[in-house]
């Protein structure tokens, strides 16, 4: 069988050798890969690195392991993976014909009807449509996420985008922001319309390094969690920010949410949108779940004590 290798940064070919097992030829993807044909994919990175292979991996169909190297490991970690040693084992697991107790359909979100998608220009391509596969947002996270991009990569990959959150925390500026929700026809109908610190769309309950922005959130539910975080003053978002980390903080009359199949966010100038940690676009944009959309490689979830974390979701409207 032959599989396929994508390398993020500071990854070589010796990290790769543990990898190469009977029966599995594993060969270096080059740029712009279509995985067609391959029985499986690796992941060498973070939530980055995932971020720009997810369009490839939903159109092959390709089930891939994630090898948490990257500064950001929250999709890994969601699939209960937290090493390279640990991801070893499963793919060993894999490669010896485990291949139906190792891997599970999951959800990806896509952005739909993108402005000045950065990702869609560069790829030359007629259609705006951007996956991503933990979460989706803009306002302070935007602001935070372009400050960590501008990180020197050790300082992100030990709590970088803390620092920035919190600087973003200090100085942020609240913007006033319009989500809307379909009605049972499917027809838009507003939600909130006010001035929002933020507006944090996730398929996964945690992003940029472990904050639980979205605590109930599921992988394989059918469902996006929006968390909506209402204008406030600098004391007030220090004091929520420990409650986010810890996904404490949907009680909070400062914080909306609910779970919806998709949505469109509205604002009076553009406003710059990130997804995985990554520039997407700027809005308008609608957002909408795509259910099954990947097939991922994970510890075994039949009964193994390395069971991955798909949080069952409690109730729709906070």
Same mark, same amino acid.
């Given at each position: 069988?032959?599989?396929?290798?994508?390398?993020?940064?500071?990854?070589?070919?010796?990290?790769?050798?543990?990898?190469?097992?009977?029966?599995?030829?594993?060969?270096?993807?080059?740029?712009?890969?279509?995985?067609?044909?391959?029985?499986?994919?690796?992941?060498?990175?973070?939530?980055?690195?995932?971020?720009?292979?997810?369009?490839?991996?939903?159109?092959?169909?390709?089930?891939?392991?994630?090898?948490?190297?990257?500064?950001?490991?929250?999709?890994?970690?969601?699939?209960?993976?937290?090493?390279?040693?640990?991801?070893?084992?499963?793919?060993?697991?894999?490669?010896?014909?485990?291949?139906?107790?190792?891997?599970?359909?999951?959800?990806?979100?896509?952005?739909?009807?993108?402005?000045?998608?950065?990702?869609?220009?560069?790829?030359?391509?007629?259609?705006?449509?951007?996956?991503?596969?933990?979460?989706?947002?803009?306002?302070?996270?935007?602001?935070?996420?372009?400050?960590?991009?501008?990180?020197?990569?050790?300082?992100?990959?030990?709590?970088?985008?803390?620092?920035?959150?919190?600087?973003?925390?200090?100085?942020?500026?609240?913007?006033?922001?319009?989500?809307?929700?379909?009605?049972?026809?499917?027809?838009?109908?507003?939600?909130?319309?006010?001035?929002?610190?933020?507006?944090?769309?996730?398929?996964?309950?945690?992003?940029?390094?472990?904050?639980?922005?979205?605590?109930?959130?599921?992988?394989?539910?059918?469902?996006?969690?929006?968390?909506?975080?209402?204008?406030?003053?600098?004391?007030?978002?220090?004091?929520?920010?420990?409650?986010?980390?810890?996904?404490?903080?949907?009680?909070? @009359? !400062?914080?909306?949410? #609910?779970?919806?199949?998709? *949505? +469109?966010?509205? %604002? $009076?100038?553009?406003?710059?949108?990130?997804?995985?940690?990554?520039?997407?676009?700027?809005? @308008? !944009?609608?957002?909408? #779940?795509?259910?099954?959309? *990947? +097939?991922?490689? %994970? $510890?075994?979830?039949?009964?193994?004590?390395?069971?991955?974390?798909?949080?069952?979701?409690?109730?729709?409207?906070?």
């Amino acid at each position: 069988m032959r599989a396929a290798a994508v390398l993020g940064l500071g990854i070589t070919d010796r990290d790769l050798a543990p990898f190469r097992l009977p029966g599995m030829e594993l060969t270096q993807a080059p740029r712009g890969s279509d995985f067609a044909g391959c029985a499986a994919v690796l992941i060498f990175g973070g939530d980055g690195t995932l971020h720009h292979q997810l369009s490839a991996l939903v159109k092959s169909k390709a089930p891939f392991l994630v090898v948490p190297t990257g500064s950001g490991n929250d999709f890994a970690a969601g699939c209960g993976i937290r090493s390279r040693e640990q991801a070893l084992r499963i793919w060993q697991s894999f490669c010896q014909g485990a291949a139906r107790e190792h891997s599970r359909a999951v959800d990806a979100g896509v952005i739909v009807g993108a402005q000045d998608s950065l990702m869609e220009q560069s790829a030359g391509s007629s259609t705006s449509q951007l996956f991503f596969c933990n979460a989706t947002g803009t306002g302070l996270d935007a602001t935070a996420n372009r400050a960590a991009n501008r990180q020197p990569r050790w300082l992100r990959a030990h709590g970088g985008y803390f620092v920035s959150a919190l600087s973003a925390i200090a100085f942020y500026q609240s913007s006033t922001i319009r989500v809307l929700l379909p009605d049972a026809g499917g027809q838009w109908t507003e939600w909130l319309h006010e001035p929002a610190t933020l507006v944090a769309v996730a398929n996964n309950g945690s992003y940029g390094g472990g904050i639980r922005i979205a605590p109930e959130a599921a992988f394989d539910d059918g469902k996006l969690d929006v968390c909506f975080i209402r204008a406030s003053t600098r004391w007030e978002r220090l004091t929520l920010f420990p409650q986010v980390i810890r996904g404490r903080h949907l009680g909070s @009359p !400062l914080v909306k949410s #609910v779970q919806t199949e998709r *949505l +469109r966010i509205e %604002t $009076a100038s553009p406003m710059d949108c990130y997804a995985d940690g990554e520039f997407a676009c700027r809005t @308008p !944009l609608e957002i909408r #779940v795509v259910p099954g959309a *990947l +097939r991922v490689i %994970t $510890a075994n979830v039949q009964g193994s004590q390395q069971q991955p974390h798909f949080p069952a979701v409690g109730g729709v409207l906070h």
